[in-house]
């Protein structure tokens, strides 16, 4: 009988025990969605795929090939597409591929696994690609998709899959925090021209948008929690967010983030930066009824 040992999430500490217990029963899903910042998600992603192929009692116990082979990212098991800098690490043929190679038996371990990360970056078409082996998962099979915000995945693409939510040590971005904080307040303020402002260096820089706009993202999806009585915070700016909340009503706050999504998409399929960055403030301003 073997069991799970996650060591070193601090702050994760329900979400690790939910994981030991599921594993310990046998009861892991097919599909984990891990939520939250990138450093958490994609760490966390990283000791379970070593779990599911290490053959110790307490998994990982780090010494077995198994263990070794992950370490050191050659597990003929683990199969990773890392889609966080590259929204384009998803295409459609990629999935396809995933898609018939998850019905051949595991190579060396008892499990094959499936990390990929960043999946807020996946389009429709590959996520739907997705959802058919997740339909009816093959044994010995798991996927291990980390996201800035499930919210991000179709409707059933979340509900086939079990979501953990992971709280920051630190928030997963290189963009200032107090630029974040001010273009969150800007969206409800009196006047367009901080907003209009602030994003003017963004039509420039589409990196910067694209690193912006999960973060917003992640404000606006807080506000609607603390909004609501909750007090999860994945963007790691809760005064951002309980300033923009308190201004707005759950439903404003979710079609902000609806706004937000939509320019993501726009953003991954290429669109004219500067048409969608002028677009997107005025269906903030207008989402938010200023
Ligand atoms: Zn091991």
Do not use: W
Not at 3 to 13: A, K, V
Not at 140 to 168: C, M, Y
Not at 169 to 186: N, S
Request: aromatic letters at 4%.
């Amino acid at each position: 009988m073997s069991s799970l040992r996650l060591t070193g999430f601090s702050g994760n500490e329900e979400i690790v025990r939910q994981l030991e217990l599921s594993f310990g029963g046998g009861r892991l899903a097919h599909a984990i969605i891990l939520e939250g910042p990138a450093q958490e998600r994609n760490a966390l992603a990283a000791v379970l795929a070593k779990a599911a192929v290490c053959s110790g009692t307490a998994r990982p116990c780090g010494e077995c090939p198994g263990c070794v082979k992950a370490q050191a990212g050659s597990h003929p098991d683990i199969f990773t597409l890392e889609g966080d800098a590259d929204p384009r690490a998803f295409p459609i043929d990629a999935i396809r591929r995933i898609r018939s190679d998850a019905y051949i038996r595991p190579n060396e371990a008892q499990t094959k696994v499936y990390v990929l990360c960043g999946v807020q970056n996946m389009s429709e078409a590959s996520q739907n690609a997705l959802l058919k082996v997740f339909e009816e998962p093959p044994e010995n099979v798991l996927f291990l998709l980390t996201a800035s915000s499930a919210s991000a995945l179709l409707p059933t693409v979340r509900s086939r899959a079990q979501i953990f939510s992971l709280e920051g040590a630190r928030a997963g971005t290189d963009i200032d925090p107090a630029y974040m904080e001010k273009l969150a307040a800007a969206v409800t303020a009196v006047n367009e021209t901080d907003l209009l402002y602030l994003t003017a260096d963004l039509i420039k820089d589409k990196n910067r948008l694209r690193a912006v706009l999960p973060q917003l993202g992640l404000i606006l999806r807080d506000a609607a929690v603390l909004r609501s009585g909750g007090s999860s915070c994945l963007s790691g700016q809760k005064e951002a967010a309980a300033a923009l909340g308190a201004g707005l009503t759950r439903e404003k706050l979710l079609s902000l983030l609806d706004e937000v999504q939509k320019a993501r998409r726009a953003l991954d399929q290429n669109a004219n930066t500067a048409l969608l960055v002028t677009a997107l403030c005025a269906n903030l301003r207008a989402a938010a009824g200023r």
